[in-house]
């Protein structure tokens, strides 16, 4: 048995300049406004992190269509019934607002009892009374939509919380009713998320609907560099070995504010079926003392004497996790920061939980999806008074060689690293990328750092207002049509979302010795682009390639030369079970450490361009924080074990170096040698002579097919 090993894989600090919160005067949020002022839109996409308002902006719209643009009705589809206490009435009109958002009691269908299948005539009866706006869940909305048709419809405002629930799998049938209502083309149509990606990698929407829409993007940087209160961020894997429930005490902080996730029963890291690991953490916590009758709390006294509140939702007896639910939603505790201390859950408070005071998502084992992480994350990234430091832990048990599940464990390792490289991906400033070229000038409202804007080097520039990074790039390819714009300036955490979520690649990335790096930047990544965006040209294609791997590698060199120059920031895991805030040491990388570090990285290179990006291994700072957190015999097993599966490239792979061959020759007149020192260049001679002979082979078979007709 061994402690945990903690060290955060992301650690991000904010200026918390209450810009994010601060209302206008309709009593607006800076997304929320962003959002009203295209109001006017037929089909409004907004991409907005949690916590940053996206119900309350919806009521504004909805308020403009029903009242000025002439719709009949909205309906509002959430994920499930807790959600739809989101859209209860809210008196818009004491914040400046011109109406106040209300929904009849009758028309809330989530605080209806009976099942979602048995709401759908409710739906109906609304549709034909004079009544403004329904809630419902996605469940009631698909089963009305089938039993009535999208006909019924017509001329009303539909919105879509929750909207990466919908996808473009024709056998998602939320997806398919959308593109029919697209395409009978005769309602507006809102659709919110705070986690577009979806964790099993498959689009939200077609290329051709998408683009129908127009986007609302607030990033999570805007959101979180704008609160009040909360300044800092940490996000880690951390790994065990034997029990978790033996070992959780060294990773929870029973006086920090606490969403705990155990695992699935059905998981490697579950030893005991739900109900026991509840009460096993109960007892490592300290003596319990009761249950509290009116909220269902369990009561635990600690070592110190405190008493902590504890809420059981794993426990599915429905007089007891009712009681329990209630008390959490109980709106006259909302901010009461003493009405609660640890929730204990297993599928609950996740998507849309709303519980301001949390400041530690503690979820032990892998969950299902990238999703899931994301959402379990925001659960922590609310702002409140007095909470200025928040994280996410992901619990997960060693690989251990010698169990049968050893390839799963390391699986939900790979996914753990990948979930970390993408939230330190979407917690940073937005990348604009320019080409470096002689007729360049400095932009409006960019800050060039101390020494300004320089002609004759490649210059890193910082908006404060908008939190962009403005940066040069010689070589760089600049996206020609309007969709490749739209994708290097809104989609790029999509394309980094696939790439760090594809095995072959991570795999390759973390422990492959003899990795060239073009392998994944160059051929996988722009494998990636052809499969998602079939419709772009070859040079958009290649544009929108090299701007993701520019994004996801400037952000790891950035993370690289901030931990060499300032020392890696660890915590120790133990440090904060004294409930001092302080015992955890901060890093101390301010706000401006990613802009640091890419300018630092910028000057340090002779040349920034393209072909230095992608000599760079995307995976190689992940590399170097695993090693860190794994012991080196269980890093050995890992690499063995998964460079005992490398193949040779495929037909499709060996076709994408083709055509870097052609770009090869274009460049140096002559094509890639097999016996070159560049190992690249060999890699390209490989898969040339590689179709070269599976031409040869199927001409032979083609003939001996002949001769046999």
Aim: hydrophobic residues 35%; proline residues 5%.
């Amino acid at each position: 048995m061994t402690q945990p090993i903690a060290i955060p894989a992301v650690s991000v600090t904010y200026d918390h300049d209450g810009r994010s919160t601060k209302p206008n005067e309709f009593g607006m949020r800076p997304m929320q406004e962003r959002a009203y002022q295209k109001r006017g839109e037929q089909y409004l996409l907004i991409k907005s992190p949690p916590a940053s308002g996206k119900s309350r902006a919806l009521m504004f719209i909805a308020l403009d269509k029903l009242h000025n643009q002439g719709l009949k009705q909205a309906i509002i589809a959430v994920p499930e019934k807790s959600i739809g206490s989101s859209f209860h009435n809210e008196p818009l009109s004491q914040f400046g607002f011109w109406a106040d958002w209300q929904v009849e009691p009758r028309w809330n269908l989530c605080d209806a009892p009976g099942t979602d299948g048995g709401k759908v005539d409710a739906v109906q009866k609304f549709l034909d009374s004079n009544a403004k706006a329904l809630v419902c869940t996605h469940a009631t909305f698909r089963f009305a939509v089938e039993k009535f048709g999208i006909e019924c419809l017509d001329d009303r405002l539909i919105a879509i919380d929750e909207f990466h629930h919908v996808s473009a799998n024709p056998d998602n049938k939320l997806g398919d009713q959308i593109r029919q209502l697209m395409a009978r083309d005769k309602i507006h149509l809102m659709a919110m998320t705070g986690s577009y990606f979806r964790g099993d990698a498959e689009a939200v929407l077609h290329p051709d609907d998408e683009s129908k829409f127009e986007t609302v993007t607030y990033t999570y940087y805007e959101q979180l560099n704008g609160y009040q209160y909360l300044k800092q961020l940490d996000i880690g894997y951390y790994f065990y070995s034997g029990s978790y429930s033996d070992q959780i005490m060294e990773v929870l902080n029973p006086h920090e504010k606490t969403i705990l996730h155990i695992p699935n029963v059905n998981s490697r890291e579950s030893h005991m079926d739900k109900i026991a690991q509840v009460e096993h953490i109960i007892e490592a916590l300290g003596e319990w003392q009761g249950v509290d009758p009116e909220t269902g709390f369990q009561r635990v006294k600690l070592p110190d004497g405190h008493i902590l509140k504890v809420a059981d939702l794993v426990d599915d007896d429905p007089n007891k996790r009712d009681r329990v639910a209630a008390a959490l939603k109980d709106p006259a505790q909302k901010n009461n920061r003493d009405h609660v201390d640890l929730i204990i859950a297993l599928g609950m408070a996740k998507e849309g939980f709303d519980w301001i005071w949390c400041e530690h998502a503690l979820t032990v084992g892998y969950r299902s999806s990238l999703t899931e992480i994301i959402q379990i994350i925001g659960r922590a990234t609310r702002d409140a008074p007095g909470k200025t430091r928040a994280r996410f832990t992901n619990l997960i048990a060693e690989p251990d060689a010698a169990e049968e599940a050893v390839t799963e464990a390391v699986n939900d390792t790979l996914k753990a690293i990948a979930a970390s490289l993408l939230m330190e991906q979407v917690l940073t400033p937005r990348f604009d990328f320019k080409p470096k070229q002689t007729s360049n000038e400095p932009t409006p409202g960019f800050d060039y750092g101390p020494e300004g804007y320089q002609p004759d080097r490649c210059n890193v520039g910082f908006n404060h207002s908008t939190g962009q990074i403005e940066l040069e790039i010689k070589g760089l390819v600049e996206p020609k049509s309007r969709e490749a714009q739209r994708i290097c300036q809104e989609d790029l955490t999509e394309l980094v979302t696939a790439f760090v979520q594809d095995k072959p690649s991570i795999e390759r990335g973390l422990f492959a010795e003899d990795l060239m790096p073009q392998e994944l930047t160059q051929a996988r990544m722009g494998q990636i682009v052809r499969e998602k965006f079939p419709n772009l040209d070859r040079e958009d294609q290649e544009s929108v390639r090299q701007h993701a791997i520019a994004a996801l590698n400037l952000v790891q060199q950035s993370k690289r030369i901030v931990n060499e120059t300032r020392g890696t920031y660890t915590v120790n895991a133990q440090a904060g079970l004294t409930g001092d805030a302080e015992a955890i040491e901060p890093p101390t990388t301010p706000n401006t450490a990613l802009l640091d570090g890419v300018r630092q990285f910028a000057l340090s290179v002779t040349e920034l361009d393209m072909d230095l990006i992608d000599r760079i291994n995307p995976f190689g700072e992940a590399y170097a924080i695993l090693a860190k957190s794994m012991s080196e015999d269980r890093l050995k097993q890992v690499a063995e074990i998964i460079n005992a599966k490398r193949t040779n490239f495929t037909l499709e792979q060996a076709r994408i170096l083709a055509d870097r061959a052609k770009e090869f020759r274009q460049e140096r007149g002559r094509l890639p040698s097999p016996t070159s020192a560049d190992p690249w260049e060999r890699e390209i001679a490989a898969a040339i002579a590689f179709l070269r002979q599976k031409v040869i082979a199927d001409q032979r078979a083609n003939a001996q097919d002949d001769q046999r007709s």
